[in-house]
């Protein structure tokens, strides 16, 4: 810098400022990790950090994740310093309705907000799943003098993310996978909000990384700027393994009476210690007035432009030696699905209904994977440790290691919520589409991050198999019985159980074309009897539900059921029309895309005027009160499983022919 540029220390502590300011004025937030990591942020984001202010979605930018996510207005002051479209009246704005800077970072509010954070752990599990994401792509598309996928992912995180468990699983196979590009900064301030956490937290943080795999850089002073540079210069310098950066740092730093206490975590300063702060800090500027000096000195509109001028430069190379590996990576990031897709697809569909396979659905979606991922090499496949139960692994899968990278399927070993938080991670970074499998028992496991995938209207499919009591022997602790439930109350997430092979393979269509949202596939371990179906009724499954067997006139009663039990609710109508009642079934394999039919739609497959209704589902029976009402009835769970074969269970809790016929005769 020149003698009349500002310092590092003036530079950092505009974000200090800001930070202190907006969470006086919105009453609420967490100064101290904003004050205590501005020096980090100073170097990383003026020294080393790849990006375009001007163009957040610059494909070869560096990603930056806040995993500790309460400190978001450190995120925000660097996003207005730099030059993003995020104001002054913005910062003053913090943590108010419809704002673009809510009270923790949130994807798709703020331009440069890489991802949602706040449940601790998350974010780094996301930053694994950029990393990957950059890691998979430049190994498929980068060629000799080529390199137009090459970024890093940067992520500062606390002691919190350290004891939450995830971060344990995704920096484990972090390590393994050798991810070079990823960069982690751990803000060791001793402070969580409880206090001190050596009474609670005493890992040897460096030990613990380094038989990950990791390259640790232990003992960093995180108020020395050139010790914070000589360290990202050494992570940067190893391109095999991850690096963790431990950084020590004075939560609220620069407040004379509240720095490295609990007090600067999560409440404003008050107005008198901002004034002893800045004081402190050599801070003369009024609140959110940021000196032009500064200013200048932090903005990066002109050098983040001519970064992506230089990148666009190199494509263009690229895309004059390599046209169609060039055209396929457009498609990819452009989320295009290939224009052959919709009409195959169909085609397979077709080809399934007029086949007829018995098959467990869990076996149909591998089939439906077999059929649709020769078309979709962005797909990235996966299993926590059950590929052969969950059968996610299909003919075009090849698994990616640290040395190579350009395959479609990751062993994530039992982690189930480290999988589908790197999922999200994934489908944020864009050019893939992942998905992952475990039994549906353990999407509890998981679950936090399907709800930050429906929160972030993320493309992540996972494939849920083992979705009922009909798995068996097993018992109670790995029969799902609310978790589907879970699931359909979770707004924007999509749910598919499908009753035989080829609503499975609509299921999968689905998902595939869904682009705003995660979907969950829940798939049979038993096998499934193939349902005739006319082209109407075969055009009907992509609605969510629809008439599988109808009788002569007005309809006497209505059965509604889903996946397995579909077979069930057919044989009993055909047992019921003996007895001379007109039975209509409806097979209902999603409930959210059936809602968001038109109101004629769902007049013509569960008319008004019908209201003997019984649904039927080996899964909670309270949910499906809002299909057949108060007066109608459900055969379903009211309690957890047992241990015994599936057939002896379906049994034992009404899942026969006989009690469902007994169940619809008493509505009569």
């Given at each position: ?150 970024h890093n992912t940067y992520v500062f995180m606390g002691d919190g993310c350290l004891m939450e468990g995830i971060s344990h699983e995704v920096c484990s196979l972090a390590g393994t996978l050798g991810l070079g590009k990823l960069i982690v900064f751990w803000d060791d301030n001793g ?347 075969l055009a009907n499954i992509a609605r969510g539900a629809y008439v599988i067997k109808d009788t002569d006139g007005n309809p006497d009663a209505i059965l509604i059921a889903t996946g397995s039990e579909v077979e069930l609710a057919v044989d009993a109508a055909a047992q019921m029309a ?91």
């Amino acid at each position: 810098m020149s003698a009349s540029s500002p310092s590092r220390f003036e530079m950092a502590n505009a974000i200090r400022a800001l930070s202190m300011d907006a969470v006086q004025k919105a009453k609420s937030g967490h100064p101290g990790a904003p004050m205590g990591m501005a020096d980090i942020a100073q170097v990383l984001w003026n020294d080393y950090f790849k990006h375009n202010p001007s163009n957040p979605n610059w494909v070869n930018r560096d990603r930056f994740v806040m995993s500790n996510g309460h400190g978001s207005m450190m995120v925000y002051s660097v996003l207005h310093l730099t030059g993003y479209d995020v104001s002054i009246d913005d910062i003053k704005n913090f943590r108010q309705i419809h704002s673009k800077t809510p009270g923790h970072p949130e994807y798709g509010y703020t331009p440069g907000v890489e991802t949602t954070t706040g449940p601790l752990g998350q974010g780094i599990a996301n930053a694994v799943g950029f990393a990957i994401a950059e890691k998979t792509l430049a190994a498929q598309f980068n060629q000799p003098g080529h390199e137009v996928i090459d970024h890093n992912t940067y992520v500062f995180m606390g002691d919190g993310c350290l004891m939450e468990g995830i971060s344990h699983e995704v920096c484990s196979l972090a390590g393994t996978l050798g991810l070079g590009k990823l960069i982690v900064f751990w803000d060791d301030n001793g402070i969580s909000i409880d206090g001190e956490v050596e009474g609670w937290f005493s890992d040897d943080t460096p030990k613990r990384f380094e038989s990950y795999g990791w390259q640790v850089i232990p003992g960093v002073d995180g108020h020395d700027p050139a010790a914070v540079s000589q360290a990202i210069a050494a992570a940067k310098a190893d391109e095999n393994r991850p690096t963790l950066i431990c950084c020590k740092t004075i939560i609220g730093f620069g407040s004379p009476n509240k720095e490295g206490k609990e007090d600067c975590h999560g409440a404003p300063l008050g107005d008198d210690e901002i004034v002893l702060a800045r004081e402190k800090l050599g801070w003369t500027a009024p609140a959110f007035d940021i000196p032009s000096k500064i200013a200048d000195a932090w903005n990066a509109q002109d050098t983040g432009k001519k970064l992506e001028a230089t990148w666009n430069e190199q494509f263009a190379a690229y895309q004059a030696a390599h046209p169609e590996l060039a055209a396929e990576l457009n498609r990819r990031l452009n989320s295009e699905l290939p224009a052959n897709f919709q009409s195959e697809a169909q085609q397979y569909i077709e080809n399934l209904q007029a086949e007829g396979p018995t098959v467990a659905s869990r076996k149909a979606s591998q089939m439906a994977l077999n059929a649709y991922s020769p078309m979709l090499p962005e797909m990235i496949g996966g299993s926590a440790d059950l590929a052969g139960s969950n059968l996610t692994i299909s003919q075009t899968s090849k698994a990616i290691d640290a040395k190579d990278a350009s395959g479609n399927y990751l062993y994530y070993g039992v982690r189930e919520f480290g999988m589908c938080a790197i999922m999200n991670g994934m489908a944020l970074h864009g050019g893939l589409m992942p998905y992952g499998g475990t039994f549906l028992i353990f999407m509890e496991y998981a679950r936090n991050a399907v709800r930050m995938a429906a929160l972030m209207k993320q493309q992540a499919i996972y494939v849920f198999t083992h979705d009922s009591i009909g798995l068996g022997e097993d018992g109670p602790t790995h029969q799902p019985i609310e978790q589907l439930a879970n699931m359909r109350l979770t707004p924007n997430c999509s749910v598919w159980r499908p009753c035989d092979a080829v609503e499975t393979a609509v299921a999968w269509k689905a998902a595939i074309e869904r682009k705003d949202g995660p979907t969950a596939l829940s798939l049979s371990r038993q096998n499934l009897k193939h349902q005739e179906r006319d082209t109407e009724q075969l055009a009907n499954i992509a609605r969510g539900a629809y008439v599988i067997k109808d009788t002569d006139g007005n309809p006497d009663a209505i059965l509604i059921a889903t996946g397995s039990e579909v077979e069930l609710a057919v044989d009993a109508a055909a047992q019921m029309a003996q007895q001379g009642k007109k039975i209509r079934v409806v097979s209902m394999p999603s409930t959210d895309v059936f809602d968001a039919q038109d109101a004629e739609y769902k007049e013509s497959v569960l008319p008004s005027s019908v209201i003997k209704r019984l649904a039927i589902e080996a899964g909670i029976a309270d949910y499906w009160y809002k299909y057949v009402g108060l007066n109608g009835a459900v055969v379903g769970m009211t309690s957890f499983g047992e241990s015994a074969p599936a057939g002896d269970l379906f049994k034992h809790f009404g899942f026969t022919v006989d009690n469902i016929v007994a169940k619809a005769n008493e509505l009569f």
